[in-house]
Nanobody, 124 residues
Framework: QVQLVESGGGLVQVGGSLRLSCAAS????????MGWFRQAPGKEREFVAA????????VYSDSVKGRFTISRDNAKNTMYLQMNNLKPEDTAVYCC?????????????????WGQGTQVTVSS
């Protein structure tokens, strides 16, 4: 069974940057698609980005495309989310999860083994 732990969140000003990490334990995730989701107060959880098990293919939501970069290091069993040019609307709890299929899904129901999340707050 996979356990995921997110880290790297914090308080940052508009235009700033943060790098989130998602560390996996319990078993290797090197053959799984992985993804980032976020949930803002009073809103539903939404897709942010996903990455194939090779790391060669990525997908992003329109709201973060061009500002966020997803990556992974299979040797470290870890996934990352580099977030640049942050905006107040990026404020949310960011969670990571795995998808046992090889398809880059964007829907929550395809993902499992959710981490607890890390808070990102962007102040103006």
């Amino acid at each position: 069974q996979v356990q995921l732990v997110e880290s790297g969140g914090g308080l940052v000003q508009v235009g700033g940057s943060l790098r989130l990490s998602c560390a996996a334990s319990g078993r290797t995730v090197s053959t799984y698609t992985m993804g980032w989701f976020r949930q803002a107060p009073g809103k539903e959880r939404e897709f942010v980005a996903a990455i194939s098990w090779t790391g060669r293919t990525t997908v992003y939501s329109d709201s973060v495309k061009g500002r966020f970069t997803i990556s992974r290091d299979n040797a470290k069993n870890t996934m990352y989310l580099q977030m640049n040019n942050l905006k107040p609307e990026d404020t949310a709890v960011y969670c990571c999860a795995v998808d046992r299929t090889s398809v880059l899904h964007r829907t929550i129901k395809e993902f499992e083994s959710w981490g607890q999340g890390t808070q990102v707050t962007v102040s103006s």
